[in-house]
């Protein structure tokens, strides 16, 4: 049963240490995208690529994250520097135009 | 722009009874997808149920049924015969058709199972 994968599934920093996440969407996938999820803000759609090409990374805070998929079968985002703010969960999906995403178990980043 | 709207925070349930849950929609489209993902204490988003808009027919996946309103931009999800297994948020989520699988969610509504 394919499935999302994403690490690491905790993450305990201080505050302004780089931090990496990683996806592997599932093989054959043409579309990733990264969600955040608050408390206050609920699922936020921070970037999204197809075909490994960056679509939308609107919702994304460009002076300190960025979204890459060196190939298609990774996908990262990278905080530098982080900030207790971005303590959140942190879920990849990814999908195949069918209208529905496959989401990884998420990654929890406590930021202190 | 299109928005995902739940009404209803939290809710509660008794076990074995049937539990209703709200959403409304906003959007311009005329076809699109229409989703009911859980979200348990696990973290993991499991998809519950999909409407494709075109379809008039309510969508249903055993106990859970959907009552999609086109015109009213309406989207409830129906839970018969709940379970404590059922206790989780849900969240209701809409995707413009061919898009990119780019999913818009609501807030969310968290469901109380009590036994």
């Known amino acids: 049963d394919a499935r999302v994968t994403q690490t690491p599934r905790h993450k305990v920093t201080e505050m302004g240490q780089e931090v990496t996440m990683r996806c592997q969407p599932i093989?054959?996938?043409?579309?990733v995208f990264w969600y955040r999820q608050t408390m206050m803000q609920g699922l936020e759609l921070l970037a999204y690529?197809?075909?490994?090409?960056?679509?939308?990374d609107s919702g994304m805070p460009k002076d300190r994250f960025s979204a890459e998929m060196p190939d298609a079968t990774l996908a990262t985002l990278k905080i530098q520097p982080s900030e207790p703010r971005d303590s959140a969960v942190y879920f990849c999906?990814?999908?195949?135009?069918?209208?529905?995403?496959?989401f990884g178990p998420g990654t929890r980043l406590t930021v202190l | 722009a299109q928005t995902v709207t739940q009404s209803q925070p939290e809710m509660s349930v008794q076990e074995a009874e049937t539990v209703t849950l709200s959403c409304t929609y906003d959007?311009?489209?005329?076809?699109?997808?229409l989703f009911w993902y859980k979200q348990p204490p696990s973290r993991q988003m499991i998809l519950v149920i999909r409407?494709?808009?075109?379809?008039?027919q309510n969508a249903t996946e055993n106990r859970f049924s959907v009552n999609f309103q086109k015109a009213a931009k309406s989207f409830s999800l129906k839970i018969s015969d709940s379970q404590l297994g059922d206790a989780a948020m849900y969240f209701c989520?809409?995707?413009?058709?061919?898009?990119?699988?780019?999913?818009?969610f609501g807030k969310g509504t968290r469901l109380h199972i009590l036994p």
């Open positions: 409407q494709e808009a075109y379809k008039q």
């Open positions: 999906a990814s999908g195949f135009n069918r209208g529905r995403l496959d």
């Open positions: 690529f197809r075909n490994r090409a960056p679509l939308d």
């Open positions: 093989l054959g996938h043409n579309t």
């Open positions: 989520a809409y995707s413009p058709l061919n898009r990119d699988d780019k999913i818009i």
């Open positions: 959007t311009s489209e005329s076809d699109y997808y």
